[in-house]
């Protein structure tokens, strides 16, 4: 657990975007479903209210700090993460590593059509790359069985879910058992970011740790869900330490 810290009862790995990044290649030669997310604070607090959505976290090989507060959170606690480890970061860094190599991709998720966009942008910005499919995002109940079913046979071992959260991590979860492939990310908008039907903040703003206020001037809509970071600041500060670390 030394490499771990409780946040709230979430137990986060302390692991860099190179670091986690690593782990997942490694999880690629490894037998099984790896499943791998990348909590913010928001999802901490959701998982703080909900022992059933915390345990699906905690079922994780691999839980990385995406957003500065989960950041700042293991720096209260003292057990500090090095930087903040975004799953699209954590996903460039992958693909990076695996191109040109016998690993398959298959792109799960976001609206009809983003994720064909995003394959035509990935296979030019890592030449070598294998996209072996992909799946929107929008689906019913019962069409679940043919996406596994698509993904299977795709060959994929590799798999990115980008519903949102906690769609994704509780989709991820529910197949498990099913999938073929060695590693599930869930990492929400990076499909979207890739086919470039969304931005990134400025480097400026994620450097800064500002990256909310860019998206919350983008879309105002965001406020609500936004109050979730000095909620998850205080409930830290209030209870954080009651959490056991070993
Ligand atoms: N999405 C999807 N299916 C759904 C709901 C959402 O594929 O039923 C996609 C949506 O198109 C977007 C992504 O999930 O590409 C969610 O992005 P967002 O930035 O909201 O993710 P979060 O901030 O929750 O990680």
Aim: net charge positive; glycine share 10%; charged share 25%.
């Amino acid at each position: 657990m030394d490499n771990r810290v409780n946040i709230l009862g979430v137990y986060v790995d302390m692991v860099s975007i190179e670091e986690a990044s690593e782990k997942i290649v490694s999880f690629l030669g490894e037998k099984g479903l790896h499943k791998v997310y990348t909590p913010n604070s928001e999802i901490i607090m959701a998982a703080y209210k909900d022992e059933a959505f915390r345990n699906l976290l905690n079922n994780a090989e691999l839980l990385t700090a995406d957003g500065i507060g989960v950041v700042y959170a293991s720096k209260i606690l003292g057990k500090p993460i090095s930087e903040r480890a975004a799953g699209y970061d954590i996903a460039c860094e992958v693909l990076g590593r695996i191109k040109g190599t016998e690993h398959k991709l298959f792109l799960f998720g976001g609206r009809p059509g983003v994720a064909e966009q995003a394959e035509r942008e990935l296979l030019k910005r890592y030449p070598g790359l294998k996209i072996a499919g992909c799946r929107n995002g929008y689906f019913k109940p019962e069409d679940e069985p043919s996406i596994v079913k698509q993904i299977n046979d795709s060959g994929a071992d590799l798999l990115f879910v980008c519903l949102g959260a906690p769609k994704q991590e509780q989709w991820i979860s529910r197949h498990a058992d099913e999938l073929s492939a060695r590693v599930a990310m869930g990492i929400g908008g990076s499909l979207d970011v890739f086919a470039g039907t969304a931005e990134r903040a400025p480097k400026f703003f994620c450097d800064h740790g500002i990256e909310w206020l860019y998206r919350l001037s983008k879309q105002p809509s965001r406020a609500g869900r936004m109050l979730a970071l000095p909620k998850f600041g205080f409930t830290v500060l209030l209870k954080g330490r009651k959490y056991k670390q070993d």
